[in-house]
């Protein structure tokens, strides 16, 4: 291949890498936002949740991100997949065990509305995070 050859070649792809990089500022997910956050699951009108732990190759919740009735309670279980995890609430409401134990559960009754950010903090910098925001039943 000559210089020339190269350098187109070199070029062409540039361009391409470029493109499809061009493509991926500001995709939207399916069901998610501009940032790539997923959309929030309605789970309103239910008395209990679950939310399996380690999920998705094992370093993710699901759902992550739920909207939920006030009294209601949100069982995490643990799939077994991706290590040790934990569910800590960033504010201080709740927090479970460490524990690799395929099945394993943790519950938290959601009394008063608000919105409560979780992590696994051994996998938080992978992105194993979730919300929980509690509304007020209306009747």
Same mark, same amino acid.
């Given at each position: ?11 062409? /792809?540039?361009?391409? /890498?470029? +493109? *499809? ?5 500001? +995709?939207?997910? @399916?069901?998610? %936002?501009?940032?790539?956050? @997923?959309? #929030? ?13 380690? /999920? ?6 699901? @759902? +992550?991100?739920?909207?939920?009735? *006030? &009294? ?16 800590? %609430?960033?504010? &201080? ?12 559960? =943790?519950?938290h009754a959601f009394a008063? #509305?608000?919105? =409560?950010?979780?992590?696994?903090? @051994? ?17």
């Amino acid at each position: 291949m000559t210089d020339r050859t190269r350098r187109g070649a070199l070029a062409g /792809a540039g361009a391409v /890498a470029a +493109a *499809a990089l061009a493509g991926c500022i500001g +995709a939207v997910v @399916p069901g998610g %936002d501009e940032e790539g956050d @997923p959309k #929030p699951i309605d789970r309103t009108g239910e008395g209990r949740v679950t939310v399996a732990v380690g /999920a998705d190759a094992g370093f993710a919740f699901a @759902p +992550a991100n739920l909207v939920v009735d *006030a &009294g209601t309670t949100v069982v995490w279980e643990w799939t077994g997949a991706g290590g040790v995890h934990n569910v800590i %609430d960033r504010g &201080g409401a709740f927090e479970s065990e460490l524990t690799s134990e395929g099945g394993h559960t =943790f519950e938290h009754a959601f009394a008063d #509305p608000g919105v =409560f950010e979780y992590v696994c903090t @051994p996998h938080q910098t992978r992105g194993m995070e979730g919300t929980v925001e509690v509304v007020e039943v209306v009747e």
